[in-house]
């Protein structure tokens, strides 16, 4: 049997987002929340087979959109990626946004907003038209966290490493220069996704948060590496690592979000100011701190982040039960 998905593929800032328009699972119309454990459970093979190779790649990364259960949304998205089913996506988001406006998927019922059901709750995008293209998109992601400071863990290649554990849609590993770590200048792809790798090891066995709002949301599995900024349009930049051997080409919207979220918790953002994070290519998001916010018991923020992406084509892609690699693969 051979069954087709028809994708529009993009780039936010520099990450891949395939956009799978037609073609994906039919599931039970529940919230995302649930619809993410139904596809898991029944169709990660959908996954596999649009992000590994030999039709994605270590870092791909995509959407699939449905109908919401939400009356405040306009649709829904389930967020794929090499390194699971992601609870929410910023740069998946922004190209999201980006595809479904120039494509014509998606009528907003509030010109220039679109509100999306996502696993991890609601979340708002603004977006800005000219002559029928997103030219720049404003996400206002999910209330974000500072849930521990100074984790002390021993990693190979480094020794022993303090880290900060935040919330931005996923759960992050927070690292700034330190003794045994100067920082990103003279260090390569390869450099970090090791150290990461040896990172999140390391946090396995001492660190596991939960939501506390959605016990499903739990686990350490994104790290970002943070330093100085790298350019006068910057304010910091950081490297956000992610599945088993993946570098966000983009600046990172749940990892901006993150690095926001523990530097207003370390006293040193307030409600009203704004990060620029600068990738490792050196595009930018502009993020920014709509407001206060209460995540179970513990003080967070409302983050707000504001980037583009670019539509770089349509791609039926076919997954053929006769291909012994129909269901991808990756070399570890």
């Not at 994605?56 to 998205?77: K, L, N, T």
């Not at 696993?119 to 995008?125: E, F, H, L, Q, W």
């Not at 970090?192 to 999140?200: A, E, F, T």
Request: aromatic share 8%; net charge negative; hydrophobic share 40%.
């Amino acid at each position: 049997m051979r069954r087709s998905f028809f994708c529009i593929d993009s780039h936010t800032c520099g990450n891949p987002v395939r956009v799978v328009a037609g073609g994906g699972p039919l599931l039970p119309h529940v919230p995302m929340a649930e619809r993410r454990e139904i596809f898991v459970r029944d169709h990660d093979w959908v996954r596999k087979a649009l992000m590994f190779e030999p039709r994605g790649h270590d870092i791909m990364s995509g959407a699939i959109i449905y109908p919401s259960v939400r009356e405040d949304c306009d649709f829904a998205a389930l967020f794929i990626e090499v390194s699971g089913c992601l609870p929410m996506c910023g740069a998946g988001t922004i190209g999201l946004a980006t595809v479904a406006i120039e494509e014509g998927l998606i009528t907003p019922r509030v010109p220039g907003r679109l509100s999306i059901e996502t696993p991890a709750g609601k979340v708002d995008v603004d977006y800005q038209l000219k002559d029928g293209f997103v030219e720049a998109v404003r996400l206002f992601n999910v209330a974000s966290y500072l849930h521990s400071k100074d984790v002390v863990v021993d990693v190979p290649g480094l020794g022993s490493l303090s880290v900060d554990i935040a919330y931005g849609g996923n759960y992050y590993a927070v690292v700034e220069p330190q003794e045994n770590w100067s920082g990103l200048d003279g260090m390569s792809a390869s450099d970090i996704v090791l150290l990461s790798q040896g990172l999140r090891d390391a946090l396995s066995a001492v660190c596991d948060p939960v939501h506390p709002d959605d016990e499903r949301i739990r686990g350490v599995h994104h790290a970002i590496w943070c330093d100085a900024a790298g350019s006068e349009n910057s304010d910091g930049r950081g490297a956000v690592f992610y599945g088993d051997k993946a570098i966000d080409r983009s600046p990172g919207g749940t990892g901006t979000s993150a690095r926001m979220a523990q530097l207003y918790g370390r006293g040193r953002l307030g409600i009203g100011d704004s990060f620029r994070n600068e990738s490792l290519i050196g595009t930018v998001f502009e993020g920014r701190i709509e407001g206060a916010a209460t995540v179970g018991n513990m003080p967070g923020i409302l983050p707000s982040i504001g980037g583009w992406a670019r539509v770089i084509g349509h791609n039926t892609i076919f997954v053929d039960d006769r291909d012994p690699l129909a269901h991808g693969f990756q070399i570890r």
